[in-house]
Each structure stands twice: as C-alpha cells, then as structure tokens.
C-alpha cells in the first residue's frame, strides 16, 4: 500500500506563486507513476500533471501549460508541482495521486492512490 501527504497549499494573491509538495510512503515502489488532480467547487476534477516515476517523464494539461510544472526527488520519495502566474480560476483542492499502472491526463481516472488534498485559493 501507498500513502500520499500532501502539503504546500496556500492562500495567494493572482500571480503568485506556490509549490505543493507530495511525500510517499508505504510500499515506495507500489506506484508506477505519480499526478496532481484538482477539484473545484461546481467543477470536473482536473488531472493537472502527472510523471512516471522511472523514466521522470512528465506531462502537464494545457490548461496549465507553462505556468505549472511537475518533478520528483527520487531519493526523498516526493514529488513536486510548482505553480506560478496564479490565476483565481486555479483555486481548488489539489490532490497527490499514484497508480499502479497508468497515469493518464485527460478525462476522469480512478487512480489506485490519493492524498487526502491541499487547498489552492487565488485571490483577484
């Protein structure tokens, strides 16, 4: 089994920016690779990023392309999504996610693994 931790979220003005953190512990090696979905008010979850953990390939929506960027610490067993030129309509609870198998970033997955989130707000 897997446990995910997420930490890092924060208030912010538009703009700014934050790095949410994701350490792992459990069954280290139980995940094949490792994202970031967020879920607002009234709206669909979002995968937002996500990396395999082997090869450190990583992707990220286009959505959030060029203001988000995600990567690993491999020997500290965290992975990291760093956030910048915040916008209000970024407010949500961001979720660590892992799965056994497969990590894909479009549509709505059921991955093996969740943290239990970290709450993003972006002020005007």
């Known amino acids: 089994q897997v446990q995910l931790v997420e930490s890092g979220g924060d208030s912010v003005q538009a703009g700014g920016s934050l790095r949410l953190s994701c350490a792992r512990s459990?069954?280290?090696?139980?995940?094949?690779?490792m994202g970031w979905v967020r879920q607002a008010p009234g709206k669909e979850r979002e995968t937002v990023a996500i990396?395999?953990?082997?090869?450190?390939?990583?992707s990220v929506a286009d959505s959030v392309k060029g203001r988000f960027d995600i990567s690993q610490d491999k020997a500290k067993n965290t992975v990291y999504l760093g956030m910048s030129g915040l916008k209000p309509e970024d407010t949500a609870l961001y979720y660590c996610v892992g799965d056994k198998n497969y990590c894909p970033l479009t549509g709505i997955y059921d991955f093996d693994y969740w943290g239990q989130g970290t709450q993003v707000t972006v002020s005007p």
């Open positions: 990396v395999y953990l082997g090869g450190d390939i990583t």
């Open positions: 459990g069954d280290t090696t139980g995940a094949t690779c």
